[in-house]
C-alpha cells in the first residue's frame, strides 16, 4: 500500500508561479512511476506530467511543456512539481498518482491540492 498526500496548492496570480509537493508512504517508492493529473471543473481528470522510478525520464503533455518540471527525492519519497509561467486554464485540483509498474497502471491517488491562477 501506498499513501500519497500533496501540499504546495494555492491561488497565484497568472505568470506566477507554485511549487506542489506530494510525500508517499510505503515501501519502494524508487520502483514507482509517479505522476501528476489535474481536473478542472467541469472537465475530465487529465495527465499532466510523470517521472520514471530514477528520475531519468520524464513526460509532459504539450499545454504544460516548458513551464513545469517534475522532480522526485527517493531518499526522502517525495515527488514535486514546479509550475511557472501559470495561466487562467492551468486552474484544476492537482493529483499525485503511483504506478507500481504491475499492470494495473495509476493505482495510488492522493486527495489532490486546489490550484486557482487568477487572470
Known amino acids: 500500500q501506498v499513501q500519497l498526500v500533496e501540499s504546495g496548492g494555492g491561488l497565484v496570480q497568472a505568470g506566477g508561479s507554485l511549487r506542489l509537493s506530494c510525500a508517499a508512504s510505503?515501501?519502494?517508492?524508487?520502483?514507482?512511476?509517479m505522476g501528476w493529473f489535474r481536473q478542472a471543473p467541469g472537465k475530465e481528470r487529465e495527465f499532466v506530467t510523470s517521472i520514471s522510478g530514477s528520475g531519468g525520464s520524464t513526460s509532459y503533455t504539450n499545454s504544460v511543456k516548458g513551464r513545469f518540471i517534475i522532480s522526485r527525492d527517493n531518499a526522502k519519497s517525495t515527488v514535486s512539481l514546479q509550475m511557472n509561467s501559470l495561466k487562467p486554464e492551468d486552474t484544476a485540483v492537482y493529483y499525485c498518482?503511483?504506478?507500481?509498474?504491475?499492470?494495473?497502471?495509476?493505482?495510488?491517488w492522493g486527495q489532490g491540492t486546489q490550484v486557482t491562477v487568477s487572470s
Open positions: 498518482a503511483a504506478d507500481a509498474r504491475v499492470g494495473r497502471g495509476y493505482e495510488y
Open positions: 510505503g515501501r519502494s517508492f524508487s520502483s514507482y512511476i
